[in-house]
């Protein structure tokens, strides 16, 4: 809140009005403003204590009123409509108009219409924390943002995907480049993955791509699992639940740390050349160990620090063996009895 008794205050002791705006962190109209308006009702320093800087407010900028007198949307009728198919904002804000007009009431404008509905969605739109379990639950998806690798002989710059992968209870994250996102660049992330983490959680939350559904046999409410991907889930005997399709908030965790992994690894290395993958991912691990063990900023420790003490030691164990990859593909036999498997 604007301290308009500072700001008066100062006045009266004869400060210009750019230091009582530095001092009050405000604008220099702002301060003229309140100068202005307390000359209009001759307000003079010293003011009686039960005059606070809410009180000033109200009194010398009181809120316009614009819509005292025009009638108000019903939100209810209206949330309900929406959900009608074909009924719009500006239908419901027409047949809202004419209810107006046969009552002799006044009706808000367009903008005003659709600002109060929002207004009434904000109060509906609630988010609940989700605790998390040590060792449970590991999120992955892909980066939004590409790296870059140069090739050495012709100059041709090629994008380098990143995918990552993070613990939701120690935010212990795992960032590796990848020259594609088919499904070998997927299975393998995964693969190295675990091994970085040193053991399995029991859930697996992905992202709902082609790499890891079946889309053709899914739908909304029971995604299929591809057989390489079924075949992952099975080895490491963990159990793969893929998000919603654009519902980011399936896995909050994982998007977040793509925040992180584009501001303080990608962006970090914009201004350095790689030359192949394998030079990329050396930076890339420098910078992700810097990442897991900077402190964190609302609690003490760091992700290395709670990964380790209690979220490792409740991890399953790697089986003996790295997963096979294998990619599973559906042919059909031609007249002359051969199939074709990359165009071969």
Same mark, same amino acid.
């Given at each position: ?14 400060? =210009?009005?750019?230091?009582? &705006? ?43 009123? /614009? ?8 939100? =209810? ?48 739109? &609630? ?32 994008? &380098? ?26 299975? /393998? ?86 030359? =192949? ?27 290395? =620090? ?9 991890? &399953? ?28």
């Amino acid at each position: 809140m604007t301290k308009y008794r500072e700001i008066l205050k100062l006045k009266s002791l004869d400060f =210009s009005e750019r230091n009582i &705006a530095i001092s009050c962190v405000v604008s220099r109209n702002t301060v003229a403003k309140v100068v202005k308006k307390a000359a209009e009702y001759n307000l003079v320093w010293p003011l009686p204590d039960e005059l606070t800087d809410e009180k000033l407010g109200k009194m010398l900028f009181p809120k316009e009123q /614009t819509a005292t007198n025009k009638r108000m949307p019903d939100y =209810s009728y209206i949330r309900k409509e929406l959900l009608r198919n074909g009924v719009t904002k500006k239908l419901l804000w027409i047949e809202y108009c004419e209810e107006c007009r046969m009552g002799g009431e006044e009706p808000l404008m367009y903008s005003q219409f659709c600002y109060y509905i929002q207004q009434d969605e904000q109060k509906r739109r &609630a988010t609940m924390h989700i605790p998390r379990k040590p060792g449970e639950q590991v999120e992955v998806d892909w980066a939004g943002d590409p790296a870059y690798i140069i090739d050495p002989d012709t100059g041709e710059v090629t994008e &380098a995907h990143i995918f990552v992968g993070v613990m939701t209870y120690s935010q212990y994250t795992y960032v590796e480049a990848f020259i594609n996102e088919q499904q070998k660049a997927w299975l /393998t992330a995964h693969v190295n993955m675990y091994d970085y983490f040193g053991g399995v959680a029991k859930i697996l939350v992905s992202d709902n791509c082609a790499t890891a559904v079946n889309i053709k046999k899914s739908n909304w409410y029971t995604p299929e699992l591809n057989k390489s991907y079924y075949a992952l889930a099975e080895h490491y005997s963990t159990a793969i639940i893929p998000t919603r399709v654009r519902k980011p908030k399936d896995k909050p965790n994982v998007e977040g740390s793509v925040n992180l992994v584009s501001n303080w690894i990608i962006a970090a290395l914009r201004n350095e050349q790689f030359f =192949s993958l394998s030079e990329l991912n050396a930076a890339i691990m420098e910078k992700l160990e810097t990442l897991n063990s900077n402190e964190f900023q609302k609690k003490e420790g760091n992700r290395l =620090s709670v990964f380790l003490g209690e979220e490792k030691p409740l991890l &399953a164990a790697l089986p003996a063996t790295r997963f096979d990859l294998a990619d599973w593909r559906q042919s059909t036999v031609q007249f002359n009895y051969h199939i074709a498997v990359d165009k071969m």
